[in-house]
């Protein structure tokens, strides 16, 4: 049986990418990075099998059947990862199985369901190309085959590396320079926590395909965000990270954030993807900055919040901090759910109110309505994607998706 | 007895003024461009009177005596006037009263509450500058008494003149060329009505004078604004109002509002004025051009939003729309107050549930609670300052301001 599983991480970018150069092939106007979020925690689950009875490609995502449009992104994942297994593979050894002849089934689970708001575009892609590739014993490299997951979803590409990870936008028509690289594993600074503060929304947003090509079309401030402000950042974050140091991690992260959004903002009709809750989210944040940054607290930042396409926000902080941290937001927005705390942080009691630094000004903001921010998900930074067992299969013997509860 | 009063209008800015190359002399880093609103709605009305019994120079704002800092705005206008009057009358005319050697009390009045949330330093300035030439009988045109307003607060400088006015950044030091100037008159255009959204915020927003200079110097977006947006849209906005294209005038209006709050965005820390209500007011004015904008409906916008430093909308419609948009906005925004028609657009039954165009999507908005929107004022374009008589003034006879009820 040619069967494979793997499993992909989450990413979440301090650069934002916003913007395409060419559409089909998923070429973006700038350059980006982000922090593989760790798979323990948050992952898609991909198992590919190739099989000489089966009558068409077929894909489920947590159970239902897509439909897999000719063109389509989908489809052209499907078809590039055949491309190489018969180029890298069977052209190269004769007596390998003809694999990218047959058709294939594949069946995709996230651990995390759709309402928690986080894109799993990312993680799916990066499962389903990591899982063709291992089904298809390619030799390619992460970098080869992120060119073929940003084909799928552009910041898909970031998800096929662990760590810290940049997608270089390139400049090639063909997209062959456009490719994620590793600027450094989760082993080199394994200090980087991550919560992400899930945020009620009763408003439907523009989706980012769609969003990010008006901006294209109607920001005046996109052109020069694009040309000058992302590469010097690229090249200043890659340093703060490859040095370890957090406060300029965090200084260009949020800006950065600002950044996406302001030419949101800048787009006609404008878009808005940050509500009031997570406006009151940065608040809280930057007046716990304020205070870090006084001589007397070291003069460092000690959380960075990030929001892409949606009103969540993801605060980066190191090991250190979070539990400060994770009590400082329970205070400003009550949970409903108990905190699952995979770290142990917190005893018996839970969370419980927390405690503010000197000096810090809780007027920032007010302690809003219970579910206002309505989970908090602890995660640092993890590895790439995993080849896993047959154990953890998500196809049946019968080729189609197993029954699972999310 | 040396006495003047004059009223001053409102002015709300199309082309936003943020950021100053010389905070002293209030010199700003780009152009501007404001519609002057109808002082029979709002208004500042101030009294100045000059007289050898007066000790010092003193000013009351609502009848609330106001410190006359020395080397403060205040201080620096009334200065600067005294000047001019010794330069243009006392040493022209040796006959002339010295009223320049005088000590002057100032009274002034908004006749809209603080509340409202509208700037009235603009309104304000301009009837303290104008109140102080009609005293001084200074033979200077507006545009030379708004080199002084400029002085007491950089947006006042537009409200020395009626209908749409631009404020020349200039490039002196000196600051002689950054003054206002009249694009045309409001006879040019009477068509434009104002629906001023007066917005609920339990927060207290940063100041313009702070923000606006953390804005020059954390915002990457800023300079390309200055550089390069602003100069075009001055030039397009205005041949727009010389030729009455509300449509063209509604686009650049809009954009460069939210192009504004993108640059206060992309401050760090950020700086947000608009919450969750102002944005919803977007959606459903976006939503109403966006129907007008088919090719059926003729194609053309029918209103424009722009926000100052503040949540509150402006919204400017040409008068045969603005009845259907004050329906619009009480539909969403439900309102406590009863609505003052001063145009007498509504019957007995008042506003009424209002009606949608065909196509209108409803859902791009939810019904607010009553007083999301606390109020709503209708205007529209007006006149520049108004000399008014000794029956209008706001000064006693013991040189004291009256007591008025706002």
Redesign the interface.
């Known amino acids: 049986m040619f069967i494979a599983t793997t499993s992909a991480p989450v990413n979440i970018a301090c650069i934002k990418y916003w913007g395409k150069r060419d559409t089909k092939l998923i070429l973006p106007t700038n350059s980006s990075l982000s922090v593989t979020l760790d798979q323990d925690h948050l992952r898609s689950t991909t198992t590919s099998r190739a099989d000489a009875s089966f009558t068409k490609d077929r894909l489920w995502l947590n159970g239902v059947e897509e439909d897999i449009k000719p063109g389509g992104r989908m489809a052209t994942c499907i078809a590039e990862m055949k491309r190489l297994r018969k180029e890298l593979v069977e052209n190269v050894d004769t007596s390998a199985p003809t694999l990218s002849t047959l058709f294939v089934h594949i069946a995709s689970y996230n651990n995390f369901p759709t309402a928690a708001g986080l894109a799993s575009s990312a993680s799916g892609f990066a499962a389903l190309t990591a899982s063709l590739a291992a089904l298809y014993a390619l030799p390619s490299p992460p970098t080869e085959l992120s060119l073929i997951a940003r084909q799928g979803s552009g910041s898909a590409c970031r998800s096929l590396m662990g760590g810290f990870v940049a997608w270089n936008a390139g400049t090639l028509d063909s997209g062959v320079d456009s490719h994620a690289v590793q600027i450094a594993a989760e082993t080199h600074w394994p200090d980087i926590h991550a919560l992400i503060c899930v945020v009620s929304d009763?408003k439907k947003g523009t989706s980012s395909t769609s969003g990010m090509q008006r901006t294209v079309e109607t920001s005046?401030?996109l052109q020069?965000?694009i040309k000058?402000?992302v590469p010097q950042r690229m090249k200043t974050i890659s340093e703060a990270i490859l040095a370890k140091d957090f406060d300029r991690f965090a200084?260009i992260t949020?800006?950065d954030s600002?950044?996406f959004?302001?030419?949101c903002?800048?787009?006609?009709?404008?878009i808005?993807y940050m509500?009031?809750v997570s406006?009151a989210i940065?608040a809280v944040i930057?007046e716990y900055n304020?205070v870090a940054l006084l001589p007397e607290n070291g003069g460092k930042r000690k959380a960075a919040y990030t929001y892409d396409a949606g009103p969540n926000a993801v605060i980066y902080a190191p090991a250190a901090h979070i539990k400060e941290i994770i009590s400082l937001i329970a205070h400003f927005f009550p949970q409903q759910e108990t905190f699952k705390d995979p770290f142990g942080l917190f005893g018996p009691n839970g969370i419980g109110t927390g405690s503010f630094a000197a000096g810090f000004n809780v007027n920032v903001a007010?302690t809003w309505e219970t579910g206002a921010v309505k989970s908090l998900i602890h995660t640092k930074v993890g590895d790439g994607p995993r080849v896993l067992g047959q154990a953890d299969s998500v196809l049946g013997q019968d080729g189609l998706p197993k029954s699972l509860q999310l």
């Open positions: 009763t005046p401030l020069h965000r000058h402000v200084e949020m800006a600002n950044q959004h302001a030419v903002l800048d787009t006609s009709p404008p808005f509500n009031d406006r940065i930057e304020r007010k």
